[in-house]
């Protein structure tokens, strides 16, 4: 059974951090990409970050960039994402989502194929 699944979620206060990890398994084929998405309450799906599994390289949304690095782990077939200097914007449900076919745009959700079925992240004091 192909699945993706999220972990590393919780309740963190601003200026913390927090890890989050997506374990990938049963896939008998490669994936073009593997990215990051978070769904806040009353928001669209927004697009956090991406690594490319050709060449490795990443993408991070313009919300996110210093603060987050994505990171890809072949021996665990696992992709973490490394999440600093939280802040309250940053509390949402992240997903992490594979792409069967290489995608123009990273953050376009509707690229991707396989979805994980999320871990909150709450930011609050």
């Known amino acids: 059974q192909v699945q993706l699944v999220e972990s590393g979620g919780g309740l963190v206060q601003p200026g913390g951090s927090l890890r989050l990890s997506c374990a990938a398994s049963?896939?008998?084929?490669?994936?073009?990409?593997i990215g990051w998405f978070r769904q806040a309450p009353g928001k669209e799906r927004e697009g956090v970050s991406c690594?490319?599994?050709?060449?490795?390289?990443?993408y991070y949304g313009d919300s996110v960039k210093g603060r987050f690095t994505i990171s890809r782990d072949n021996a665990k077939n696992q992709v973490d994402l490394q999440m600093n200097s939280l802040n309250l914007e940053d509390t949402a449900v992240y997903y992490c989502?594979?792409?069967?076919?290489?995608?123009?745009?990273?953050?376009?959700?509707?690229?991707?194929?396989?979805w994980g079925q999320g871990t909150q992240v709450t930011v609050s004091s």
């Open positions: 049963g896939f008998t084929s490669e994936y073009y990409a």
């Open positions: 690594i490319s599994s050709s060449d490795g390289n990443t």
């Open positions: 989502a594979t792409a069967s076919v290489p995608v123009e745009i990273w953050s376009d959700a509707a690229l991707y194929d396989l």
